[in-house]
């Protein structure tokens, strides 16, 4: 069987990916960030981390979702998280990189 053909993503793709799997390996519930989270753990540019965001959950490796609240019920809005596909291919890169 052939290696698993991922979507090709750029360096910019690959820092916000890794912030928002990061988030996924703490807590699996609690994973959804806001751009402004995604921006200060991958040094992404303001004006960019939306485009760069969004570009992931159109490829199916990161997936946003509304109405997020947290542990004690208050309301924060939305956010993404890597799907299980971004994490597979961070983790591909990874062990293809060394």
Same mark, same amino acid.
């Given at each position: /069987?052939?290696? $698993?053909?991922?979507? =090709?993503?750029?360096?910019?793709?690959?820092?916000?990916?890794?912030? /928002? @799997?990061?988030?996924? $390996?703490?807590?699996?519930? +609690?994973? &959804?960030? !806001? +751009?402004? =989270?995604?921006?200060?753990?991958?040094?992404?540019?303001?004006?960019?981390?939306?485009? %760069?965001? $969004?570009?992931?959950?159109?490829?199916?490796?990161?997936?946003?979702?509304?109405?997020?609240? %947290?542990?004690?019920?208050? +309301?924060?809005?939305?956010? &993404? $998280? !890597?799907?299980?596909?971004?994490?597979? /291919?961070?983790?591909? @890169?990874?062990? =293809?990189?060394?």
């Amino acid at each position: /069987m052939g290696e $698993r053909a991922f979507p =090709t993503i750029s360096d910019l793709q690959v820092k916000a990916l890794t912030v /928002m @799997r990061d988030a996924r $390996r703490i807590d699996e519930d +609690f994973s &959804y960030l !806001c +751009f402004a =989270t995604i921006q200060q753990g991958s040094g992404i540019q303001k004006n960019l981390v939306r485009r %760069t965001v $969004r570009a992931l959950a159109r490829k199916g490796l990161a997936e946003f979702a509304s109405g997020l609240s %947290t542990i004690d019920g208050e +309301f924060r809005g939305s956010g &993404y $998280r !890597c799907t299980r596909l971004g994490s597979e /291919m961070l983790a591909e @890169r990874n062990n =293809t990189d060394g």
